[in-house]
């Protein structure tokens, strides 16, 4: 039986959704860390601050022999600030550990699984992030319970210190970045999609903090572990969703569970998993509204129709 060992901390981020955020938190209190963080982004209004206090509040129905150390903010920084930042004062303090936001609802062995991994690869100079999430949509791919992969999921996830200390916000790099993305096979067919996203993200026009993320993976080449069955579940897409509202192409997947880890033989990038991955995630249907997130898969589409030409 896999279990989760209590000392590996876990992360939890909120904002505005206490109905969300009490469903993630009582799947944490169900394996009782012995450290737990909460940060929490300041109200963008005062009329959004009751609703923020609220959430907060939360924080104190921890009632099992647990440390919580809090970060709670009094002005709005924004999804990308506020995330990035609370990370890194998490990572700050401890070697390892798990990150969940406020909408990503966790199987309770997805616990167990980073927890193990975190452990067995942490002083593994190969390895930079382990996944909670799988979009494969039932394909098994390679012989273990996890499959290894260029990409960067953040709908729970682990990691180390190791890797988030040269995490860049306004990824400066960009530019020495080798012309995109040679000796990246699964990319190659989107490297332009990427590319313009990066450029977006250094520019300042995407408020966000995960593209980064990737990013910082894919230039240290570093290994993504993803799981063969679906860990976590985004229970956030919706009106209040930032990035993720109408019917996104990787939203409401299944749940699985791994009761046991079956190390893989072959520790190498599936690309064939990464390019259904990314032939799915690029597809972006029409939105409810418009955001400077729709606008960007737009500007990419017209590229590649561009491109083509």
């Known amino acids: 039986m896999l279990n989760y060992h209590q000392h590996t901390p876990i992360l939890l981020l909120v904002f505005n959704r206490p109905e969300l955020t ?25 009329a ?48 390892m550990g798990i990150v969940l936001e406020d909408d990503c609802l966790p199987e309770p062995s997805f616990f167990a699984f980073c927890s193990t991994l975190l452990n067995r690869f942490k002083d593994d100079e190969t390895i930079g992030h382990i996944s909670g999430s799988n979009f494969q949509d039932g394909i098994i791919r390679g012989d273990g319970s996890y499959y290894y992969s260029d990409l960067t999921h953040v709908w729970g996830w682990a990691s180390w210190r190791r890797v988030w200390k040269d995490y860049d916000f306004q990824i400066k790099t960009l530019v020495n970045f080798d012309q995109g993305f040679t000796g990246f096979k699964a990319h190659q067919n ?35 572990i ?30 699985g569970s791994i009761t046991e880890i079956i190390y893989p033989s072959d520790k190498t990038q599936n690309v064939e998993a990464d390019i259904y991955t990314q032939q799915k995630e690029f597809y972006i249907p029409p939105m409810k509204k418009k955001n400077v997130f729709s606008k960007t898969w737009k500007a990419i589409k017209k590229s590649i129709r561009n491109n083509e030409k």
């Open 226 to 255: 993803m799981p063969n069955v679906n860990l976590v579940q985004n229970i956030g897409i919706g009106e209040q969703g930032t990035h993720t509202f109408g019917d996104h192409p990787l939203a409401n997947k299944d749940l």
């Open 190 to 224: 989107f490297a332009l999609k990427w590319k313009e996203i990066f450029t977006k993200v250094a520019q300042g026009e995407i408020d966000t903090w995960d593209y980064q993320y990737a990013y910082l993976n894919l230039s240290k080449h570093y290994l993504s």
């Open 22 to 46: 009490v469903q993630v938190l009582n799947r944490i209190k169900a394996v009782k860390p012995k450290r737990l963080y909460i940060a929490a982004d300041g109200p963008r209004n005062e």
């Open 48 to 95: 959004e601050a009751k609703i923020c206090n609220d959430v907060r509040a939360l924080a104190m129905t921890i009632d099992w022999d647990c440390e919580l150390k809090t970060l709670f903010r009094e002005h709005n920084l924004g999804c990308g600030k506020a995330v990035s930042e609370g990370i890194t004062w998490f990572f700050e303090q401890e070697e």
